[in-house]
């Protein structure tokens, strides 16, 4: 929507919006807590479907409904769905368990739901939601605002803007290291075998990102991840010898790994590489019209 990372999507029924609470300064804070936000609007019924996978599905993923949502169990890290208005029933595949829910949706009643990332609570946000994507849009409309897009051509503005945004959404507050993408298994070529996990920070690629910046007037991220590279170095007793990639707290990583049981995107194989604790699932996150 506008200059800000809040995905808004339309249906014949229904709107579905989207995005990360970036409200309250959250996005600086240490302590690791994500908030992903979805909202419902429309009239008639709906049906939900969660369907969480530990550790890219090599571990049983196994689901507690609570009063308010829903309880991932079994992960390295906190997961929770808080979904107030949403009735829920558990099936099994396999060695997996998907939530589905039913929800009837009323003209000026927004459902939302939200998942939580590095918590299990499904307590009430003393914010309302409203507030919460207000303050998280004009976030980001301000950052945009301060960017220099006066050598930009006008044709490629809106494009210019979009790029900048995603690679401000891929800076990681609290440290300033820069991930080279929120997913992982992006293939080099479709097809090929050279199939590496991009949710680290990959020196290489951070450093082109916050050039980036820096040429649109933002130089806070470069000095940012300049002062996490900093602290990288003084880790190391041969600081000749970085790794090419780390993860966004400046560790080092696991000996890397392939997940051969997945067919990856296209084809590409090794489709991830499973060296992070905090990249433990992949997630189906649906709502759909049921009528």
Request: aromatic fraction near 6%; charge should be negative; charged fraction near 20%.
């Amino acid at each position: 929507m506008g200059n800000g990372l809040v995905l808004e999507t339309t249906f014949p029924s229904m709107t579905v919006t989207d995005y990360l609470d970036v409200s309250n300064e959250r996005y600086s804070r240490i302590a690791g807590r994500t908030d992903l936000l979805r909202t419902i609007t429309g009239r008639g019924p709906i049906t939900i479907e969660f369907a969480p996978r530990v550790d890219f599905g090599r571990v049983p993923t196994r689901l507690e409904v609570r009063d308010g949502g829903i309880i991932v169990q079994g992960t390295a890290d906190q997961l929770a769905l808080r979904s107030p208005g949403v009735v829920w029933t558990i099936s099994t595949d396999g060695q997996h368990e998907t939530a589905h829910g039913t929800a009837e949706l009323v003209d000026g009643q927004p459902l939302v739901l939200e998942l939580r990332s590095g918590t299990a609570t499904l307590r009430d946000d003393p914010a309302t939601e409203s507030a919460r994507r207000n303050q998280s849009a004009d976030h980001w409309a301000s950052w945009v605002g301060a960017l220099d897009l006066d050598g930009v051509d006008p044709s490629a503005h809106e494009f210019v803007v979009a790029s900048a945004l995603a690679i401000k959404g891929l800076t990681h507050g609290p440290t300033g290291a820069i991930a080279a993408a929120a997913t992982t298994s992006l293939p080099s070529h479709v097809g090929g075998v050279r199939n590496f996990d991009e949710r680290y920070c990959w020196l290489r690629t951070a450093a082109q990102s916050a050039e980036v910046l820096v040429r649109l007037g933002s130089s806070s991220e470069a000095l940012s991840y300049l002062g996490w590279l900093e602290g990288v170095l003084e880790t190391r007793a041969d600081p000749e010898r970085l790794a090419p990639l780390y993860n966004v707290t400046g560790r080092h990583l696991p000996p890397e790994a392939e997940i051969a049981r997945m067919a990856g995107y296209g084809g590409s194989r090794p489709c991830a590489s499973a060296m992070l604790p905090t990249a433990k699932f992949s997630l189906t996150f649906l709502a759909r019209s049921s009528a």
